[in-house]
């Protein structure tokens, strides 16, 4: 990961080996440099533009011209990267020409970075964005390689745009690398291999990411899971030589005035259990673990930013495999609180951890609780890899939480939590629920929700988060996305609770 300071000297005189300038679309096919362009145009005594046209730059957003610099500064090389329309452009705009320019700097080891005047966009804001775009951008998974190449860009300085004080950009700076840090943990849980972060692993690696960060860590294993009466989690975890866990983080800076809980679905695996998977539904399955993830990482950010917010996480974690004493379809589970479940198929194991979680949630009497979670495939076909679904109880929640992604570029949409059609295909014949309703092939991802809307506790405000769809991308539509883990939805939530 690069490290990143503030200068306000001139972009000219930077040491950095390459530095980068801003450039506007305007029009059909013109273009107009940023002020602080125009500087180093004359600082080069250079036509830009004609040789940006010469290489067909278009200044659209996510394209990077590389050129030469020459005398006048003090770089090797000049990066122009584009904004689009000035109208237009906003946090996600520099996010994305970060990420962008993490690519085209990626051999230089030190990269001085021009932030643009942007009408409607606060000096920190574009210094977060533009920190996080160039970070995220960067992020590799290359811990399992043995030949793995070593990141070229190493230190980025931000020059803030003309008028920005040095306090507001380095703040910026500091909330981006945080999130940032957070959103690139969260990648790397998801990324690893599941034989890398079995349930008590996973706790472990939560331990450790808290140690010295003012977060609480319990966990609860085998024993207390027993006797406390987990019984969705421990059900799950049979089928596993490995026994489940609930992590329980907790982030209570003095002057909160709120409490907000935070649950996340972690099957470090999920092969379907005895309802086994086909193998190439499994081959992801390492992901299932990303609602987790997301709490752990959220929790981090929140204690690094100091944000005064009361957040407890749960990461409610377990195995889902195929032994011989695995649960069968059939069985009937004893969750936490009392409720009973007829488990019809095993491969519908999120809702069944997260159901213990969310009661133990309850009884810490929260504020508002928000679950999240990979929790059906529906939701992907739904929605695919860009747009997260979310229901729940409290239209001010989901509302909060919707334009907090809407902010940050992680936009959710909102699906019906309809109790009076759906409700009655999750009961059951021979317990008070059952696992997966009785009509299949519809509205999946509304009855997930719906299920686990029976673990909530009377009255406390409740959203989820289904994240199957955005918590992993084979394609990566923004610069800023690798393949693999998008570490999805860290940073609608740091955003949502840095405002609570
Ligand atoms: N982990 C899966 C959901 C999933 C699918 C996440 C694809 C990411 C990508 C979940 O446990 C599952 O298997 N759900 C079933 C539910 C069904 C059995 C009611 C599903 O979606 O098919
Ligand atoms: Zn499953
Ligand atoms: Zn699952």
């Known amino acids: 990961m690069p490290s990143f300071d503030h200068s306000r000297g001139a972009l000219a005189r930077s040491s950095a080996k390459a530095i980068a300038i801003g450039c506007h679309k305007v029009g059909d096919d013109d273009l107009a440099l940023t002020d602080s362009g125009s500087e180093i145009a004359e600082a080069l005594e250079a036509d830009l533009l004609a040789s940006l046209r010469a290489v067909r730059f278009d200044g659209e957003v996510g394209a990077v011209a590389a050129l030469p610099a020459g005398h006048g500064v003090n770089a090797e090389s000049l990066l122009v990267y584009g904004l689009g329309k000035a109208d237009d452009v906003d946090g996600e705009v520099l996010r994305r020409a970060g990420g962008a320019l993490a690519t085209a700097a990626a051999k230089a080891p030190s990269l001085a970075v021009a932030l643009p005047g942007v009408d409607g966009l606060d000096h920190e804001s574009a210094a977060q964005a533009m920190v996080e775009g160039i970070e995220l951008g960067s992020y590799r998974f290359d811990e399992f390689k043995t030949d793995a190449e070593a990141i070229a860009l190493e230190a980025v300085t931000i020059h803030g745009a003309d008028g920005a004080d040095t306090k507001t950009v380095k703040r910026g700076i500091a909330t981006g690398e945080a999130t940032a840090a957070a959103v690139c943990l969260a990648r790397d849980l998801v990324n690893a291999p599941a034989n890398a972060k079995r349930p008590t692993a996973l706790a472990a690696r939560a331990k450790a990411e808290c140690k010295g960060t003012g977060i609480k860590v319990k966990v609860l294993g085998h024993d207390e899971l027993t006797k406390g009466g987990y019984g969705g989690i421990l059900g799950v975890s049979r089928g596993s030589e490995e026994p489940g866990q609930l992590v329980q983080l907790t982030w209570s800076p003095s002057g909160a005035k709120k409490h907000i809980v935070l649950v996340g679905k972690g099957i470090t695996f999920d092969s379907g259990g005895l309802s086994l998977k086909p193998g190439g539904s499994m081959m992801t399955m390492k992901m299932d673990m990303a609602g987790a993830a997301t709490v752990l990482a959220t929790v981090k950010a929140l204690a690094e930013l100091g944000v005064k917010v009361k957040v407890t996480g749960l990461m409610a974690l377990a195995e889902n495999m195929p032994s011989g004493s695995a649960i069968r379809p059939g069985d009937v589970l004893h969750h936490r609180g009392g409720k009973t479940v007829e488990v019809l198929n095993t491969d519908a194991e999120g809702r069944l951890v997260l159901a213990d979680a969310l009661v133990h949630g309850s009884d810490l009497k929260p504020d508002a609780i928000v679950d999240m979670a990979t929790l059906t495939g529906a939701a992907l076909v739904a929605l695919g890899d860009q747009i997260g679904a979310i229901m729940g109880t409290d239209p001010e929640v989901i509302a909060g939480i919707r334009e907090a992604g809407e902010r940050v570029a992680e936009p959710f949409w909102e699906l019906p939590l309809a109790k009076d059609k759906y409700d009655e295909r999750l009961k ?73």
């Open 428 to 500: 059951s014949e021979v317990a008070d629920l059952r696992n997966i309703p009785n009509v299949s092939g519809q509205a999946g991802t509304v009855t997930a929700g719906l299920f686990l809307s029976h673990f909530v506790g009377e009255g406390i405000p409740w959203a989820h988060l289904d994240i199957a769809g955005i918590a992993w991308t084979d394609n990566g539509t923004a610069t800023y996305q690798t393949k693999g883990a998008t570490g999805a939805p860290v940073r609608t939530l740091v955003e949502w609770l840095s405002r609570q």
